[in-house]
């Protein structure tokens, strides 16, 4: 008899993403002091149209975005701020090899500033069995980012590291592993901003998967050159398919709170709050925040 087919690997987790869903259970729909609307909606063609309107105290920004599918595979997609500042992006995937995305990205100089462009930056994607790794480099900037992550069994290893070619130098590096299993995630991080004050910061985090509906997080926060240890823990109730909450308090004496609705199958409203605990007499330390998401 024929063996049976070897099942498909999947590609290992980004470094970016190592630790990722206990930092959006920590930190995602927890947006404050900023009420924002944002519409996207997809024409016949193909062409996806997002407005998007912020406003925070008396300021008010915006944008609209058009993305689109070109021939051969790629994707453009073009965006005006109400700053007068224009960004563009192209994103081809799958052109040369399977796995390898190439993203170019370039954006206007703000009015009144000098210059076609104030950015323009390359990346490289590359994904395979083994081997997850990014590349990108901004030529207006001066700054190359590389980024690498491999995967042995349950654990996951991957490393970053940032050079300046203004000054001829490493800027940051980082170091990251985590290991995964179907109830919990544990994971572990180490930086440094080189010249910056805090020298190297050492992080970890876990993740618990308590039940279907109900997961919880906690991350852990040092710096080598600070004697405070920054922590952080919370927790994600879903109440029903279309109803989620979220809290949080940390060391800094923050309690956080989100409420996320699915009002229909193209609204989704997500109200947020912090509560300074440390300062609840002074209201201007209290913060809320809403977020209005329609997909027509």
């Known amino acids: 008899p024929k063996p049976e087919p070897r099942p498909a690997q999947m590609a290992p987790t980004a470094f970016k993403d190592i630790g990722k869903l206990c930092s959006d259970l920590l930190t995602k729909d927890y947006k404050t002091g900023t009420n924002t609307v944002e519409v996207k909606s997809k024409v016949p063609n193909g062409v996806t149209f997002t407005p ?5 105290g008396e300021k008010f920004s915006g944008s609209l975005a058009a993305k689109a599918p070109v021939p051969g595979g790629a994707e453009v997609e073009v965006t005006l701020k109400t700053s007068g500042v224009v960004a563009a992006q192209v994103e081809a995937a799958n052109i040369f090899t399977k796995g390898l995305t190439l993203t170019l990205d370039c954006e206007t100089p703000a009015p009144g500033k000098a210059g076609l462009l104030s950015s323009g930056k390359g990346t490289i994607d590359y994904k395979i069995d083994a081997l997850t790794c990014k590349a990108s480099y901004d030529y207006y900037k001066g700054e190359a980012h590389a980024a690498a992550s491999s995967m042995i069994k349950a654990f996951t ?3 970053s590291a940032d050079y300046s070619v203004a ?3 490493l800027s940051k590096y980082a170091a990251a592993c985590q290991y995964v299993s179907p109830e919990f995630i544990v994971a572990t991080n180490l ?4 010249g910056k004050p805090d020298g190297m910061v050492y992080t970890g985090s876990y993740y618990h998967k308590v039940t279907p509906k109900m997961q919880c997080g906690t991350e852990v926060s040092k710096s080598s050159k600070k004697s405070d240890v920054a922590l952080a823990f919370g927790c994600q109730y879903k109440l029903d398919k279309d109803l989620t909450v979220k ?3 940390d060391s800094e004496g923050m309690l956080s709170a989100s409420y996320k609705h699915k009002l229909s199958n193209v609204s989704t409203l ?3 709050t912090t509560v300074d605990t440390v300062n609840l007499a002074e209201s201007s330390k209290h913060k809320f925040g809403l977020v209005l998401n329609l997909t027509p």
């Open 157 to 159: 290893f991957g490393a």
């Open 247 to 249: 809290g949080k308090v």
């Open 270 to 272: 997500t109200l947020a």
């Open 167 to 169: 000054k001829s130098a």
């Open 191 to 194: 930086s440094e901003a080189i």
């Open 52 to 56: 998007k309107a912020d406003k925070t």
